[in-house]
Antibody
Framework: EVQLVESGGALVKPGGSLRLSCAASGFSFSTYAMNWVRQAPGKGLEWVSSISRSGTFIYYPDSLKGRFTISRDNAKNSLYLQMNSLGADDTAVYFC???????????????WGQGTLVTVSS | DIQMTQSPSSLSASVGDRVTITCQASQDIDNHLHWYQQKPGKAPKLLIYDAFNLKTGVPSRFSGSGSGKDYTFTISSLQPEDLATYYCQQYDYLPLTFGGGTKVEIK
């Protein structure tokens, strides 16, 4: 069974940093591109980042470039999101999601974790 | 960025009704569109990919159609378990963008 389990969400002060993790199991992690998607409380979905199977290719929306860094460790079946200079509008549930097999680095997201809550507040 | 305009933002329908949701992109996205279902308090689930392909295991009452800028998601016979918010998402151009969502309620 495919499982994605996020962790690392916490209450953090404005300007602070946080590193999220996503532990994958039940599939060959290194053969799938991965994404992070977030959802602010009561709001819609927002794409955060994508990373290729090997980690060579990485993508962000312009609004997050320079503050967020996606990475992966295929030996540990893990995906990460380093978030710096956090502000109140980064408050959200952060989901990791797998790209459907046969697609590129940011195709349909066929499996999602349950999400981890990041709250940015003083 | 490609804007995805989804409508309606909410709807209420009875069990057995046909439900239709539309998603309009700000430019041609060449069928590079997916539909997700998000039940309250849960993660999204992929239902339809590339405009009309049903993900394995998804009930056949769900379907998608469209082309160019305009896409439609249909539930042919609404069931109580379909209570959820539905999102479209394009991947033709980065950044990936989602529609605002359609909340489906059961009368």
């Amino acid at each position: 069974e495919v499982q994605l389990v996020e962790s690392g969400g916490a209450l953090v002060k404005p300007g602070g940093s946080l590193r999220l993790s996503c532990a994958a199991s039940g599939f060959s992690f290194s053969t799938y591109a991965m994404n992070w998607v977030r959802q602010a409380p009561g709001k819609g979905l927002e794409w955060v980042s994508s990373i290729s199977r090997s980690g060579t290719f990485i993508y962000y929306p312009d609004s997050l470039k320079g503050r967020f860094t996606i990475s992966r460790d295929n030996a540990k079946n893990s995906l990460y999101l380093q978030m710096n200079s956090l502000g109140a509008d980064d408050t959200a549930v952060y989901f990791c999601a797998r790209v459907l097999s046969g697609y590129g680095d940011y195709g349909p997201l066929d499996s999602w974790g349950q999400g981890t809550l990041v709250t940015v507040s003083s | 960025d490609i804007q995805m305009t989804q409508s309606p933002s909410s709807l209420s329908a009875s069990v057995g009704d046909r439900v239709t949701i539309t998603c309009q992109a700000s430019q041609d996205i060449d069928n590079h569109l997916h539909w997700y279902q998000q039940k309250p308090g849960k993660a999204p689930k992929l239902l339809i990919y590339d405009a009309f392909n049903l993900k394995t295991g998804v009930p056949s009452r769900f379907s998608g159609s469209g082309s160019g800028k305009d896409y439609t998601f249909t539930i042919s016979s609404l069931q109580p378990e379909d209570l959820a918010t539905y999102y479209c998402q394009q991947y033709d151009y980065l950044p990936l963008t989602f529609g605002g969502g359609t909340k489906v309620e059961i009368k």
